[in-house]
């Protein structure tokens, strides 16, 4: 079975951008969608870009132990279900989590096998500007994102593999070199 990887940084850093161009270079990479109890954005199908559910059928995941990991983050709950990490591992195909701080500490203790790569931004400024430019987040959300950034970037020695999202395109070869090590060796 192939190592899953998990994918973490801040909010705004590129991870989505960067995972994008990643599963366009590694075709065979199977993304986990992932459960949350924030409203789906425009263009975001249920299913495809997280199981949308209410906080009622979250937290019944959490009281059936049906999480992975789960972590609160900026006003809405995000978990990891087993049994869609169990399907797509099935597959026999890499498997890439990407998902908050504390949710890559909760599967270093509960899947130490897996890699654990953080993204880092090249500056705060550019973070910042990211998040605006982003368009997504009201300015409160924007401000509520950047504060769980700081906790978030203090987080990055923890982490062996960081790649600093700076040109994409370095970003993105970085990126395929430690995805590719890390399910090669299997
Ligand atoms: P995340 O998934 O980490 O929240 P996104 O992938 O949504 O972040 O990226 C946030 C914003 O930053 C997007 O508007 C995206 O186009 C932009 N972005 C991503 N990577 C880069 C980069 N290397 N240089 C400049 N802008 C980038
Ligand atoms: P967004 O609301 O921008 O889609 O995601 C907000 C944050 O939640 C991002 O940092 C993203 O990586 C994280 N996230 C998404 N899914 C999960 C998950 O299943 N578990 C955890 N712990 N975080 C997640």
Request: net charge negative; proline share 5%.
């Amino acid at each position: 079975m192939p190592r899953a990887v998990v994918i973490t940084g801040p909010s705004g850093v590129g991870k989505g951008t960067l995972i994008r161009s990643l599963r366009e270079r590694m075709p065979d990479l199977q993304l986990s969608i992932s459960a949350t109890t924030r409203m789906p954005r425009a263009g975001e199908t249920q299913g495809v870009d997280y199981h949308f559910m209410s906080e009622e059928e979250f937290e019944r995941h959490v009281c059936d132990g049906d999480f992975v990991e789960y972590a609160d983050y900026a006003g809405a709950r995000y978990g990891t279900l087993r049994s869609e990490l169990q399907t797509r591992r099935a597959s026999g195909k890499p498997v890439l989590l990407e998902i908050e701080v504390q949710g890559a500490r909760q599967v270093r203790k509960t899947m130490p096998e897996a890699v654990q790569v953080f993204i880092a931004p090249p500056s705060r400024e550019a973070l910042r500007a990211r998040l605006v430019g982003r368009g997504l987040d009201t300015p409160e959300q924007v401000e509520a994102r950047l504060s769980t950034a700081e906790r978030e970037l203090d987080a990055q020695g923890e982490f062996a593999r960081v790649v600093v999202n700076d040109r994409l395109e370095d970003a993105v070869d970085e990126l395929v070199w430690v995805v590719d090590a890390a399910t090669a060796a299997e």
